[in-house]
């Protein structure tokens, strides 16, 4: 089981069940969900939600749910995750990711809590190398992936398989440690 992580600001917890709704809400947002090649179904974040909690119980790490201290309120997550998608070079791998909510975005949370996680990879999991990619349009993301530290990997960048040819976040760039 995951132990819970924390920032200045950031609660990096288990998921609960009043995690649910707000993950529904976060994922059927288009703003939200933006650099994805599409929104979320209520019970497509139903199953993300349980195989999210699920692993994370099972596993020294996993997605965390995150949550801002000051004000209790459940964010979205940050975490790593294992990776596996057939045909790209560097898979199956660790990723490091987060998704939060838009109401939080600009405000250093991303990043903050991120720090924590990789750090926490490398040194208490031991974990060798991490990665983290986005589609090429995600500026935002790719801002954290350079402020934690990852150094881009232009050799490893690559069109998502299971994203459909003419979509505008096919093409995703790489990040590791």
């Not at 949370?109 to 991120?114: C, F, K, L, N, R």
């Not at 402020?147 to 881009?152: C, F």
Request: hydrophobic fraction near 40%; aromatic fraction near 12%; glycine fraction near 8%.
């Amino acid at each position: 089981m995951a132990i819970p992580l924390e920032s200045e600001r950031v609660l990096l917890r288990e998921w609960l069940p009043g995690d649910v709704e707000p993950w529904i809400s976060l994922n059927r947002d288009p703003e939200n969900l933006r650099y994805f090649p599409k929104v979320y179904t209520e019970e497509e974040s139903r199953m993300s939600f349980e195989r999210n909690k699920d692993r994370l119980n099972a596993n020294p790490y996993g997605l965390w749910a995150a949550e801002e201290k000051s004000s209790g309120e459940f964010m979205g997550f940050v975490g790593i995750a294992d990776q596996d998608i057939s045909g790209v070079a560097f898979m199956p791998c660790q990723e490091i990711g987060w998704r939060l909510d838009k109401k939080f975005w600009g405000k250093g949370y991303a990043t903050e809590a991120a720090k924590v996680v990789l750090d926490f990879g490398l040194a208490d999991i031991g974990l060798s190398e991490i990665y983290s990619y986005a589609a090429k349009s995600n500026l935002p993301s790719i801002n954290v992936m350079r402020k934690i530290g990852l150094r881009e990997r232009p050799d490893l960048a690559f069109e998502h398989p299971k994203i459909e040819a003419g979509n505008p976040v096919k093409f995703h760039v790489v990040y590791s440690t």
